[in-house]
């Protein structure tokens, strides 16, 4: 191999990080509270291997990146990592190495434990060391910390090159620490301060060290503070351990209003905590509520399409958050025509930053609208909110959104003007505009790509059900003859939709149509999609799920992007033949849906399975499509986002669709309409279900066979609870 081969290119419209197979180290620890996040090697450190994500961020920069802790000048040896099941402390485990001195053996190793611990809280990084001797005899051993913060720009990280960056300061060493300063070329001063508990005995080359004298059995603590900010001013630096008692009591009442879930399964129980831990990590608190970010390390930031369906997939247990989503998408809606971040009147955002490249405009993300599924899933956000919630009082103040938004659809959506919505290509941005946005994701069946503007079929589904749900606010608002014309309008888009994108040589609707109204004849998971939103017919939905999950296209764990027999199939690409759990989500809602329980179990059994086989039982953005085989665990895609918030919000649909739960809040009814669970499910208890404003249930929920029974708990007299069988 080339060593020269260069580990970042550009291809299309995409930065592509090479994955040099010697420097790929799958295993890394991810924290994030708020707009900080750290990427850490299994010992607790920053290194620049890997793809070199590693690294402390905060608003889309990199505070810090490097820091190395050395014993007496060698690495120490590990011996255990994780984080704990709230995603708030990260744990490590090591030892010392064999410690020589003018090839003397001093320590054996094995003789000095060392426990690390690292929290984020409030713009700053606590690491936590505790050393304790287990030798018979007194030990001397020296501390070293190397730390380095290069500020770049998460683009950078990513790939990007630029032609001129901001000035980085020389570092101030004081207060036993060192401060790095980075004043960028967007006129903001970004600062790393760094403070030891205790003084360093020698610093140089911001390398810090101590020496450390144990008795036996002695111990000794020391606490670095990394603080990130844009401000000279000095903040306040609590201890360890109240730190961590502030963010596990931040947590807690972030959840306190959420539904507690408790099943007869401890493995599915681990899975889903895990997940509900995940989404509340990746939680935001903005000026608008709480907004759940994209994944981490690439997507750290309020994303359209991925907080619509995180809010989708977690509505049944925690409302509160699609209220954050709206309000905070509402007020980021387009206004104006710019043909540089893809803006149109009435159009939801795509993807927001406030990094320096982005405020600098050499990316078009700060305000990017570069997405055509993100304004109707909306508007379905804003009808399921209301139903789950009976929350008048937001749909009527974002009224004015909702109606620029459907304006949107009908006028700039729909390009040609045949009932369709499509997008074109953009030059500065994303070529393809679906959730799918790699450069190769919509193509024709002979691996030909597909020019615009582009027609996706899930995409028409999404318009079909933001019409029915816009009708139904509408009668709502008292508007009448908008919420009959919608509904007529939805009907005309059903009956032409199943009459232009159904295929029955592939037993499928088409993957798209392009700019010529081409079918791409391609078998795709898109089509499963479909399902939730109504628009197919009876008939189509059952061969839909039994192309969907025959061996071509069900993988074992999952339903692939696409089947198997496509011209670009490969089960290690990003959007074409791998396993995305979101998207088995909603095509498992969807066949629950339509009451194809056989092909439903099959899905969520699948994916269920997968989260065993991944560290902390924590389901990735995505994996590789290659077939199950006995014995084996799913296979991983190595630069997958993990933590990814709608790939952690899964299992939260899939057990909602078990249920077939559903809310009437306005009239204070929960609704299970014919429940079936898998077999790895035989008991479901719900706590705190929420219906309207304050008042809850709890309920038990048992399978006997293939029936299921469910036993009311507790609930006020003025809240019903339906089963139809």
Known sequence: MDKKSPEVSRIKDKYYISAISSMIDPHRLILKEEDLFGVFDRFGDILPMGKNEQGLYYKGTRFLSFCEFRVSGLRPLFLSSGIDEEDILLTVDLTNPDLYSRGRLLIKKDMVHIMRSKILFEKKCLDYIRIRNFDMQAIELRLDFSVDADFKDIFEVRGMKRKKRGKLLSPEYKDSGMTLTYEGLDGVRRITSLRFSRSPDRVRDKTFSFKIKLDPGGREDILLTINCSMTDARQEEPGFDVTVRKSRQKLAGKIRNCTGIYTSNEQFNESLKRAISDINMMITKTEYGLYPYGGI????????????????????????????????????????????????????LHEARDNEMAALQEVPFGLYYGSVDSTPLFLILAGAYWRRTGDTALISRIWNNIEAALLWLEKYGDVDGDGFLEYVPHKDGLRNQGWKDSHDSIFHQDGSLAEGPIALCEVQGYQYAAKNEVAML??????????????????????????????????????????????????????????????????????????????????????????????????????????????????????????LSEH???????????????????????????????????????????????AAGSLLLMLQASLRLGFESDKGRIIFRQPVLPEFLQQISLKNLTVTGKKSVDLLIRRYGEDVTIEVQRKPEDISVLIIK
């Not at 399902?531 to 061969?543: E, M, Q, R, V």
């Open 600 to 646: 439903f179990i099959k899905v969520f059994s699948g994916i269920f399975d997968a989260s065993l086989f991944m560290e902390f039982q924590r389901l990735p953005e995505l994996f590789c499509g290659f077939q199950r085989r006995r014995g084996a665990s799913p296979t991983l895609y190595p630069v997958a986002c993990i933590p990814q918030t709608w």
């Open 297 to 348: 390390p690439w997507f750290c930031t309020p994303f359209g399409r991925d907080g619509i369906i995180t809010a989708l997939e977690s509505l049944w247990i925690n409302p509160e958050l699609a209220r954050g989503v709206l309000l905070y998408l509402a007020a980021r809606q387009a206004q104006d025509f710019d043909r540089k971040k893809a803006a149109e009147p009435g159009k939801i």
């Open 474 to 595: 509408a009668g709502l608002m008292g508007k009448d003859a908008l919420a009959q014309r919608l509904q007529k309008e939805a009907g005309e888009l059903k009956e032409k939709f199943n009459e232009v994108f159904w295929d029955e040589d592939i037993g499928s609707y088409v993957l798209a149509l392009d700019g010529e109204k081409r079918p791409c004849r391609v078998v795709s998971s898109n089509a499963g999609q479909v399902l939730f939103t109504g628009i197919a017919d009876p008939d189509k939905a059952l061969k839909i799920a039994e192309t969907l999950t025959s061996d071509a296209v069900f993988s074992g764990w999952g339903i692939r992007t696409i089947g198997a027999n496509e011209a670009l199939y490969n089960p290690m690409s990003y959007h074409n033949g791998s396993v995305w759990p979101h998207d088995n989500a909603l095509i498992a809602y969807g066949l629950s849906s339509c009451g």
